[in-house]
C-alpha cells in the first residue's frame, strides 16, 4: 500500500449512532505527504477520534476530525487570500473543491494513518498524531490572521500539487480497498486498452485504443498518475515501490526524466538512462557512458564520474570510481539517503557485520592487496597493512573468535586483532597452514617456531609443540580429504534413468499428489506442474540421465525443479549461499515470505542457523520448511503445510529421498 493522506466526510463518528463506514464520502487523497490544505481545512475545532477501517483504530484515536461547517469557513476565508485564477485549469480546480466541501457530511474526517512511521495505539503514534494536530491547529490561526507568509504555498496554487493534494468525488476513501477491480466493471477503463495492473503504483497500465505506444496510469478510482496527454512512450514502473517512475516521450524517445507517485516530474527528461537505486538516490548516465549520483526529489549532484552502483547485503550501497584509464577502480560507501559513509578510497569494501558494524577493506599498495578494518562512522581502525583478514566469505565481515579477529601481517605472521583495530600482541610466528580454517581454532593457533608446529592462545603465548610442520601439514590434509570422502575409499553409485524409463514409470495420479503436496494443496497448480515435467522430459535427449534411488526419485526431484524453476515455489542453495537467505522471498514466491527478515542475525551464522530463521518465520503461518535432500552441502528447498507435513515424509520416503522438515 502506498503512504496516502485522505481527506473524506462522514454524518457521525465512530461511537455515535447511525456511524457507518459504508457511508463515508471520499473527498481527496494526495500519496506520500500530506498536502498543506488538508492539515489547514481540519485545523479548526479538531479532535481526534477512532477509526474502525483500520483494526487497531476500533478503540484508539487514529485520525483527525472537524466539523464541516468550519471546514467550509476556513475554505471560504483562504479563497479571499489567493491571487485571481490565472487560467481555466485553477478556476475549475477551485470550484470542484468548494462544491466537495458544500455537498460533504457533517464530519471531515483526515486520515494519516500511513504517514505516521508508527503502529496504532503506541505512544509513539499518539505524539506523532498529536504533532500533526498542532501543526493544523497552527495552520488554522495563520489563516485567522491572514498570515499570507505562512499560508504562501497555498495561495498561488491552482489544479492538483503537493500543497492543495487531488480532489475528486471518486477519491477512494478508504484506503485498505483500492485494489485491481475487472475492467468491465470500470467506466473510464472502456475504450482504453489495458496493458496490467501495476500493484506497486496501484494503477492500470493504458493506452488509447489505436494508439498502443502511448502510455499512462491511471488508479482504480479515476486519477490519471501519468495522464495519456504528457505522450509517454517508454513507462517504467519497477522501481513504484521506491516510489519513482521513470518514462520517455514521444517528442525524445532516448531522453528520460522521473516521476514520483503522484505524478509530478521530479526530474525533467534528459539524454541517457536512469537507474534508480534507493527511495532517495538515482544514477544519470549520458549517452557517452559518464554517469552521476542524484539525490531525489531534488535531483541534486551528490557524486560524478561514478562508474558503478550497488546494492549490499548490509543495507549500505557500493560505489565504484575509476580513476584513470590505467588505474584500478576505487571504491566507497554509502547509505540509502547518500550520506558518505566510506569514501571511495579503498580497493574493495565486504560488508559491515550487523552486531559490531565492522567491514574489512583493502588497498593496493606497492603491488599487493593489503588489508584492514573499518566502521560504519567511516573510521579507520586499523590501516591496511595486513596480507589477510579472516572472515567467512571474500564479501563478510570480519569473523570474531572470543571478540578477537585472526589476521595475517604484510611480513606473513600471525596476529589478533582487537576490535578497534590494536593488535593483541606483537606478532612473531607465521601460521603453520595456508588455510586459514586450519591456522585459527575457537581459542587458539597453530604457528611455526623454527621449522616446528606450535600450537599459541590469543596472547601470542607458545603452548605446545606439535610436530614438524611437513608432518603436521600432511596429517591435517589426510584428515581433511577423508572428512570430504577423497580417501581410498569408493563412493557409492547412484542409479540413473533416461527419460523414456522415467516416463514408462510414472503415476500421473500419483505425481499429482506429490505436486499437490509442494504446492500447498493447489490441485490445478499440481496440474500444471506434472504436465510441465512430463512434457519436457518427452521432448528431452533420450540419453540424458537422471539420478535418483528409483524412477521415482528422480521423477520427484524433476518435479520438484519445475515447482522451484518454473512456478516460483522452491528455491536452490548451496552451502555457500548464507547470504541469500535473507532474499529468500525472492527464490521462493509464497506471500507467507514477503516480509522475512533476517533480524536476528549475528557474525558468523551459517545456513543451519538461517533455515531456522525461515522456518520459525514460517510457522506461526502454519508452514514448514523442507530440505528435499537431507544432509547434503546443496539444499532443495520447498514449502509445505504443516497438515501435510508427515504424508510429505511419506510420499518422499517412498521415492527414497530423505527429506528433512524444519
Known amino acids: ?335 540509502a539517503t547518500g550520506k558518505v559513509v566510506l569514501p571511495i578510497a579503498y580497493s574493495s569494501v565486504q560488508d559491515f557485520g550487523k552486531k559490531n558494524k565492522i567491514a574489512i577493506v583493502s588497498q593496493r599498495i606497492a603491488g599487493r592487496s593489503l588489508f584492514g578494518l573499518v566502521n560504519s562512522q567511516g573510521e579507520l581502525l586499523a590501516p591496511c597493512q595486513y596480507e589477510a583478514i579472516d572472515s567467512a566469505t571474500t564479501s563478510s565481515p570480519p569473523r570474531l573468535r572470543k571478540n578477537l579477529i585472526f589476521a595475517i601481517d604484510a611480513q606473513g605472521l600471525a596476529c589478533m586483532l582487537t576490535l578497534n583495530g590494536k593488535q593483541a600482541f606483537t606478532p612473531l610466528y607465521p601460521p603453520a597452514h595456508h588455510l586459514r580454517g586450519v591456522a585459527v581454532q575457537s581459542d587458539f593457533l597453530y604457528v611455526v617456531k623454527e621449522g616446528m608446529a606450535w600450537s599459541m592462545d590469543f596472547t601470542g603465548q607458545l603452548l605446545e609443540q606439535l610436530d614438524t610442520v611437513e608432518n603436521f601439514k600432511a596429517a591435517i590434509t589426510a584428515q581433511l580429504s577423508e572428512a570430504m570422502g577423497l580417501g581410498k575409499k569408493k563412493a557409492v553409485p547412484r542409479n540413473s534413468f533416461t527419460p523414456a524409463q522415467i516416463l514408462a514409470q510414472a503415476d500421473r495420479e500419483q505425481l499429482r499428489v506429490m505436486a499437490a503436496l509442494l504446492f500447498l494443496g493447489d490441485a490445478e497448480l499440481a496440474g500444471r506442474c506434472v504436465d510441465i515435467t512430463l512434457e519436457e522430459l518427452a521432448q528431452d535427449d533420450p540419453e540424458e540421465e537422471y539420478e535418483g534411488d528409483t524412477p521415482a526419485a528422480a521423477c520427484f526431484f524433476l518435479l520438484w525443479c519445475t515447482a522451484a524453476d518454473v512456478l516460483g515455489h522452491g528455491a536452490t542453495l548451496d552451502w555457500k549461499s548464507v547470504d541469500e537467505v535473507p532474499r529468500i522471498a525472492q527464490h521462493i514466491e509464497l506471500p507467507a515470505l514477503r516480509d522475512f527478515r533476517w533480524a536476528d542475525r549475528e557474525d558468523g551464522d551459517a545456513m543451519a542457523e538461517g533455515l531456522a530463521a525461515i522456518a520459525a518465520h514460517l510457522a506461526p503461518h502454519q508452514l514448514r520448511l523442507v530440505n528435499l535432500h537431507g544432509g547434503e552441502d546443496t539444499y532443495y528447498l520447498g514449502v509445505v503445510r504443516a497438515q501435510d507435513a508427515a504424508a510429505f515424509s511419506k510420499v518422499a520416503l517412498q521415492a527414497a529421498l530423505r527429506p528433512v522438515l524444519l
Open 1 to 335: 500500500m502506498i503512504n496516502t493522506a485522505a481527506l473524506f466526510s462522514t454524518a457521525f463518528l465512530p461511537g455515535q449512532a447511525g456511524f457507518d463506514t459504508e457511508t463515508i464520502t471520499g473527498l481527496a487523497e494526495w500519496r506520500l505527504d500530506t498536502p498543506m490544505l488538508f492539515k489547514l481545512l481540519i485545523g479548526a475545532d479538531t479532535q481526534a477520534v477512532a477509526w474502525p477501517i483500520y483494526g487497531d483504530g476500533e478503540d484508539c484515536a487514529c485520525v483527525l476530525a472537524a466539523p464541516m461547517a468550519q471546514a467550509q469557513a476556513s475554505w471560504q476565508a483562504l479563497c479571499s487570500l489567493m491571487d485571481k485564477p490565472r487560467d481555466a485549469a485553477a478556476i475549475v480546480a477551485r470550484a470542484g473543491i468548494s462544491t466537495l466541501l458544500t455537498g460533504g457530511q457533517a464530519w471531515l474526517i483526515l486520515d494519516c494513518v500511513q504517514l505516521i512511521a508508527h503502529d496504532i495505539d503506541t505512544p509513539e503514534y499518539a505524539a506523532g498524531l498529536d504533532a500533526l494536530r498542532a501543526e493544523t491547529q497552527a495552520l488554522h490561526l495563520a489563516l485567522l490572521r491572514g498570515d499570507k507568509q505562512a499560508l504562501a504555498p497555498l495561495l498561488a496554487t491552482g489544479a492538483a500539487s503537493p500543497a492543495t493534494g487531488y480532489w475528486s468525488a471518486t477519491a477512494d476513501a478508504q484506503l485498505s480497498d483500492v485494489e485491481e477491480l475487472a475492467t468491465q466493471d470500470v467506466a473510464f477503463l472502456q475504450g482504453l486498452e489495458v496493458r496490467a495492473w501495476v500493484e506497486d503504483a496501484l494503477c492500470y497500465e493504458a493506452s488509447k485504443a489505436g494508439q498502443p505506444d502511448i502510455l499512462g496510469l491511471v488508479t482504480p478510482y479515476g486519477r490519471w498518475i501519468v495522464p495519456l496527454s504528457l505522450n509517454v512512450v517508454d513507462l517504467d514502473s519497477s522501481d513504484a515501490g521506491y516510489g519513482w517512475i521513470t518514462f520517455a516521450t514521444a517528442g525524445t524517445p532516448d531522453a528520460h526524466g522521473m516521476l514520483d507517485l503522484n505524478g509530478t516530474v521530479v526530474l525533467p527528461p534528459a539524454p541517457g538512462a536512469l537507474y534508480v537505486i534507493s527511495p532517495h538516490l538515482v544514477q544519470q548516465y549520458d549517452p557517452d557512458g559518464a554517469s552521476r549520483l542524484l539525490r531525489l526529489p531534488d535531483g541534486a549532484l551528490l557524486m560524478d564520474g561514478v562508474h558503478h552502483i550497488g546494492q549490499r547485503e548490509d543495507g549500505y550501497i557500493d560505489i565504484e570510481r575509476q580513476t584513470h584509464d590505467d588505474e584500478r577502480n576505487v571504491c566507497g560507501v554509502i547509505d
